[in-house]
């Protein structure tokens, strides 16, 4: 299976991005789906996580309350939605498909397959 990751931009602080990643090649329907981003010169970082039905999602703190995680499995597509967006967003997004479960989603070591990402810039 092959993750594309597309939605990034330049947006202004406050504003809001929408960001999809398609899969192809494969289902994710039995897979649990996360983001994570790069901000230049840091280490990639956990921002969301979902389970393969969409009933439990997780989020990094520095996220929580301004993003949401979705997916559609008949779509075979996961979502970010992104609003209250700060300038500390700015990074690469990177979507990437899960083995794991639960809090160990918060970790790279739990995803397999990685899409290209998406470069997000947050003007302040």
């Known amino acids: 299976v092959q993750l594309q990751a597309s939605g990034g931009g330049l947006v202004q602080a406050g504003g809001s991005l929408r960001l999809s990643c398609v899969a192809s090649?494969?289902?994710?329907?039995?897979?649990?789906m996360g983001w994570f981003r790069q901000a230049p010169g840091k280490d990639r970082e956990f921002v969301s996580a979902?389970?393969?039905?969409?009933?439990?999602?997780y989020y990094a703190d520095s996220v929580k309350g301004r993003f949401t995680i979705s997916r559609e499995n008949d779509r075979n597509t996961a979502y970010l939605q992104m609003n209250s967006l700060k300038a500390e967003d700015t990074g690469i997004y990177y979507c990437?498909?899960?083995?794991?479960w639960g809090k160990g989603l918060f970790v790279e070591n739990e995803y397999d397959v990685w899409g290209q990402g998406t470069q997000v810039t947050v003007s302040s």
């Open positions: 990437a498909r899960g083995t794991g």
């Open positions: 090649g494969g289902s994710i329907r039995d897979y649990a």
């Open positions: 979902i389970m393969w039905s969409g009933a439990r999602t």
